[in-house]
């Protein structure tokens, strides 16, 4: 999810925390929990701050280590002893539980994405993206001022947050039902599918659609329940060729090429140097295709530029490899 609903969980958990007896009735911990619900509804995101070095070490590395396995159990560990040294008395042990429970939403409500996460580490590397949620949803959002909006009126906070809580699962529920009519829906349009991913958008109704056949790679869009068909590409798989491999030890592929589950390449032969380019296919936008890996090399195969991130328009990705190319 987004930073700003990643925030409102934090305050959500914090008052379904005020549920818990013991925290109700200490003041000091329930003011503790509350720093703990917030700290931990954000802590995993930390890595954002990888976009500060490059875009490649962003992509290889954002939702990966920090939403792993041990990293759920000790991010509240680590944001507990903090809390605990201002407030000494309280309950450590409720103080970590429900900052344990913030952590652990987080990552929950992040598999939901077509972004996903690697939430499975150190036991695979996997990405793990269910594809029903769009990254803000803005449901989700709504429903959280809501659940604010209610505290002022003087609603009960943990009784308040449980009702909109009970609402997201049902509007999960919803949005899964809706995932499976487009796969059956797909299954019917197109012959021999092999995987299906689907990428919510803003709009309730509307989805795109990246999808893997026999013989072709599909990118479509459902509006309405009714599944259309924008663009087909040849699939093409890495050929064995000097180019491709050293192509892809640059940083920028590897990082683009451990991430993106379906796109396509292409290899352009120029007076004195060539340009291999990777683009992934679930993120078309206005009939361009914005998350790409791009990288020039000499004639002797050396790296000369290379770029990955989310570009918008041809001119600016030229533009990003001459600079990498001067710097």
């Known amino acids: 999810m987004d930073t700003g609903t990643h ?3 934090g305050v959500a958990l914090g008052s379904i925390a005020t549920l818990d007896p013991t925290v109700a009735y200490d003041p000091y911990l329930s003011h503790a929990v509350l720093i703990g619900t917030l700290a931990g509804s954000q802590a995993p995101d930390i890595d954002t701050i990888l976009k500060l070095r490059n875009n490649a070490k962003y992509i290889r ?42 952590v652990a939403v987080h990552v929950f409500v992040d598999i939901f994405n077509a972004y996903g996460t690697q939430a499975l580490r150190p036991f695979t590397k ?57 796969k059956q829906a797909v ?23 990246a999808i893997t056949a026999k013989d072709y790679f599909y990118v479509g869009r459902v509006k309405n329940g009714r599944v259309h068909i924008l663009d087909q590409f040849k699939k093409r798989p890495l050929p064995d060729d000097p180019i491709i491999e050293a192509a892809k030890k640059d940083e920028n592929v590897a990082a683009f090429l451990s991430f993106s589950p379906v796109y396509r390449w292409e290899l352009h032969e120029y007076n004195d140097h060539y340009e291999v380019r990777f683009t992934d296919l679930r993120y078309r936008s206005k009939g361009y295709y914005p998350f790409v890996a791009a990288v020039q090399l000499d004639r002797d195969f050396n790296i000369v530029s290379s770029y990955t991130g989310w570009i918008f328009s041809e001119g600016k990705l030229r533009k990003k490899l001459n600079l990498m190319a001067n710097g």
């Open 61 to 102: 590395n954002h939702r990966g280590i920090t939403h792993s396995l041990p990293a759920v159990w000790l991010w509240p560990l680590l944001i507990t002893g903090i809390i605990v040294f201002f407030y000494p008395y309280v309950s450590i042990f409720h103080l970590w539980l429900w900052t344990f429970i913030a």
């Open 187 to 209: 299954h019917e349009k197109i012959p021999n599918v092999e995987r299906i991913i689907t990428v919510p958008t803003f709009r309730f109704r509307e989805w795109h659609l």
């Open 7 to 9: 925030i409102l969980m």
């Open 126 to 182: 996997k990405w793990i993206a269910l594809g029903v949620i769009n990254t803000f949803d803005p449901v989700i959002f709504a429903l959280h001022l809501t659940g604010i909006g209610l505290l002022f009126l003087g609603v009960h906070p943990g009784y308040a947050f449980l009702a909109i809580y009970a609402i997201i699962v049902v509007y999960y529920i919803i949005r899964f039902r809706q995932k499976a009519q487009i």
